[in-house]
T-cell receptor, first 114, second 115 residues
């Protein structure tokens, strides 16, 4: 089945130690998104790619970066994780830029910072 | 920025009964899209239903329907004949039509279904 896959499901990193979360998709969708979801809060968009075009949300910290080497893969890099970055990170895709296109989500990666 | 408010952190419903989850939003736009997403425990978020603001008719998907009140900026989700598999966190979300890709989510409502 076509899907959005996030690895790993659980990631533990140390304070200040760079960490990379990965996302892959077999849907051949043009748009890929990274959301941060903290406990009891709404998912918050960090950035998205439309094809190779990167779009950063205005309030996304500089500590967060992303790479999309090809259509299928997208990575979230946290350069120096702080305790406040512990959260569930959700990757999502949509077919195109049409606003009614629904998002397809992965299972998420839960990040713990020790 | 558009805000989405879900005033019910938790709801409970008995199997086979009907439950309504509420959602309100704040926007100055006239054209936009509204969505309900379901996130079961430890599983991925999936789309339940969507509504286009310019359509007056309420969207329906099998046991799921919405009550869209544009003037009141209200977008509630009704689940009929509730099933144990409906237990999940439900998120209401808003997306502008004319610019940007951001899907603004509410904080979610946790739905418990009891036998």
């Amino acid at each position: 089945d076509a899907m959005v896959i996030q690895n790993p499901r659980y990631q533990v990193t140390q304070f200040g130690k760079p960490v990379t979360l990965s996302c892959s998709q077999t849907l051949n969708h043009n748009v890929m998104y990274w959301y941060q979801q903290k406990s009891s809060q709404a998912p918050k968009l960090l950035f998205h790619y439309y094809d190779k075009d990167f779009n950063n949300e205005a309030d996304t910290p500089d500590n967060f970066q992303s790479r999309r080497p090809n259509t299928s893969f997208c990575f979230l890099d946290i350069r120096s994780p702080g305790l406040g970055d512990a959260a569930m990170y959700l990757c999502a895709t949509s077919r195109d830029g049409i606003r009614r296109s629904p998002l397809h989500f992965g299972n998420g990666t839960r990040l713990t910072v020790t | 920025a558009q805000t989405v408010t879900q005033s019910q952190p938790e709801m409970s419903v008995q199997e086979a009964e009907t439950v309504t989850l509420s959602c309100t939003y704040d926007t100055s736009e006239s054209d936009y899209y509204l969505f309900w997403y379901k996130q079961p425990p430890s599983r991925q978020m999936i789309l339940v239903i969507r509504q286009e603001a310019y359509k007056q008719q309420n969207a329906t998907e099998n046991r799921f329907s919405v009550n869209f009140q544009k003037a009141a900026k209200s977008f509630s989700l009704k689940i009929s004949d509730s099933q144990l598999g409906d237990a999940a966190m439900y998120f209401c979300a808003y997306r502008k039509s004319n610019s940007g890709y951001a899907l603004n989510f509410g904080k979610g409502t946790s739905l418990l279904v009891t036998p």
